[in-house]
T-cell receptor, first 111, second 112 residues
């Protein structure tokens, strides 16, 4: 059974700080990794995808992937109150037919 | 370019009834995946369709069934509804099965 785990929340950070969100996965053959943001009552929206080991930056967001450690993280720099949401880590296998989502980490950015 | 759409947005049913949820994929996308999201949990994979063929299924009972049409829109059917089926049902489309999935707004189902 494929599993994806995320650091339990809620996570609270002050405005302007760096928020660090972590995710581990059990299936070694996983090949695609995604971070989604979900506001309360809304559907998930894509923040970033990452497929190769290392860092990938997009604006204030940086995703980090370490396949050897089966670990993927998301850093949010200069956190804003509008970043307050649940962050979902999703992992896809080689065939892509089964995206497994983690339970999510709720982030609160305090003004 | 239109995004993923779902209908209806909200639905109330009673136990034992049947329900059909609909999804239109994003333009150019031939893969549709369905998820169930209970309150406070991450989405759980129900199944995926790729070019009208089922391309994977999660741990859901057979009363959850689906279909994908030639225009790549899709339906999720749930028979013999149970109280625990109350959840947000999400549809996501992608260019190919292994590529980024984009979600529709979801259908919130309440079973009484």
């Amino acid at each position: 059974q494929k599993e994806v785990e995320q650091n339990s929340g809620p996570l609270s950070v002050p405005e302007g700080a760096i928020a660090s969100l972590n995710c581990t996965y059990s299936d070694r053959v996983s090949q695609s990794f995604f971070w989604y943001r979900q506001y309360s009552g809304k559907s998930p929206e894509l923040i970033m995808s990452i497929y190769s080991n290392g860092d990938k930056e997009d604006g204030r967001f940086t995703a980090q992937l370490n396949k050897a450690s089966q670990y993927v993280s998301l850093l949010i720099r200069d956190s804003q109150p509008s970043d307050s949401a649940t962050y979902l880590c999703a992992v896809g296998g080689p065939g892509g037919q089964n995206f497994v989502f983690g339970p999510g980490t709720r982030l609160s950015v305090l003004p | 370019e239109t995004g993923v759409t779902q209908s209806p947005t909200h639905l109330i049913k009673t136990r034992g009834q049947q329900v059909t949820l609909r999804c239109s994929s994003q333009s150019g996308h031939n893969t549709v995946s369905w998820y169930q999201q209970a309150l406070g949990q991450g989405p759980q994979f129900i199944f995926q369709y790729y070019r009208e063929e089922k391309n994977g299924r999660g741990n859901f009972p057979p009363r959850f069934s689906g279909l994908q049409f030639p225009n790549y829109s899709s339906e999720l059917n749930v028979n013999a509804l149970e109280l625990d089926d109350s959840a947000l049902y999400l549809c996501a489309s992608s260019l190919l099965p292994q590529e980024t999935q984009y979600f529709g707004p979801g259908t919130r189902l309440l079973v009484l």
